[in-house]
């Protein structure tokens, strides 16, 4: 009774490990068929898309000389008819332009294009440049005398002459002529006043630009009747003798007069009529 039971054990024990070797062994050759068919799947899948890609391919070399063709002859026709109607180049040109160019109301003025020549005017006023007056004066060009009197110093540019409120000798670049305080002082000659200044020796003093080179000194003056930057006829009234300075309190009321020529003394009696 003992030796069955265990015999029937031991049988039992092999059927239960055959059972689980079968189990294992059909468990492995599904894994193994179903993996065989994934992969022939994917490869089924695969063959599909380099199918369709050959196609497509295939497809846009037939398309790409008809695609050339028309291109081709789209340039041709542009090409007889430049903006002509129709064509897409010459459309989207003038639309660009169109859309660039603002629209103006009928009789309505571009605000850019009325207020253009107020700026081309100021421009031209800013970048003008300043035209100064010109005055001419040659050796054979003469002076009228300047005020009514006559010479008490003379030009002595070769020699000193006697002073007598300075009770010394030296030499005058310029005539010194006595006259009335009050009396008219006139343009030698045509010119522009240069300068007008306060000088120690002299007072007011006027330079008088004659053109090449010459100039006129008018001093002892007041009462000016002209300005820096006027164009002076000759003859014309500059203003009037004043007061002698303390340099020529022994002279009395004068006309100081000289000439220069690129400012080196001249004899204006050379010049006087």
Do not use: H
Not at 58 to 63: F, L, S, T
Not at 125 to 149: C, K, R
Not at 186 to 207: F, K, P, Y
Request: hydrophobic share 35%; charged share 20%; glycine share 8%.
């Amino acid at each position: 009774m003992m030796e069955n039971k265990e015999s029937k054990f031991k049988w039992n024990g092999k059927n239960n490990n055959l059972i689980f070797g079968l189990c294992l062994v059909a468990v492995t050759a599904f894994s193994i068929l179903f993996a065989a068919g994934q992969v022939k799947n994917a490869q089924k899948q695969r063959a599909g898309e380099q199918q369709e890609l050959e196609q497509t391919a295939k497809a846009g070399n037939q398309a790409a000389p008809q695609v050339d063709q028309a291109l081709q002859e789209a340039l041709d026709r542009s090409e007889e008819q430049p903006g002509a109607a129709g064509d897409p180049l010459a459309e989207a040109s003038s639309s660009d332009v169109d859309a660039r160019i603002p629209s103006q109301a009928e009789g309505e003025i571009d605000p850019q294009i009325q207020d253009q020549p107020v700026a081309e005017e100021a421009s031209a006023a800013v970048q003008t440049p300043e035209i100064l007056p010109t005055v001419t004066f040659s050796e054979e060009d003469t002076l009228n005398w300047p005020v009514a009197g006559s010479v008490v110093l003379d030009y002595s540019m070769d020699s000193s002459i006697y002073f007598p409120t300075l009770k010394q000798y030296k030499y005058n670049p310029a005539l010194v002529i006595g006259s009335d305080v009050g009396a008219q002082v006139v343009a030698a000659a045509r010119g522009v006043v240069e300068s007008i200044d306060i000088d120690e020796e002299t007072g007011t003093t006027l330079v008088m630009s004659l053109g090449d080179g010459y100039k006129l000194t008018y001093g002892q003056l007041k009462e000016l009747t002209v300005s820096e930057g006027q164009v002076v006829e000759q003859g014309e009234i500059l203003g009037y003798v004043s007061e002698p300075t303390k340099y020529y309190c022994m002279e009395g009321s004068n006309l100081y007069f000289s000439m220069t020529k690129d400012d080196l003394p001249v004899d204006p009696v050379i010049y006087l009529e």
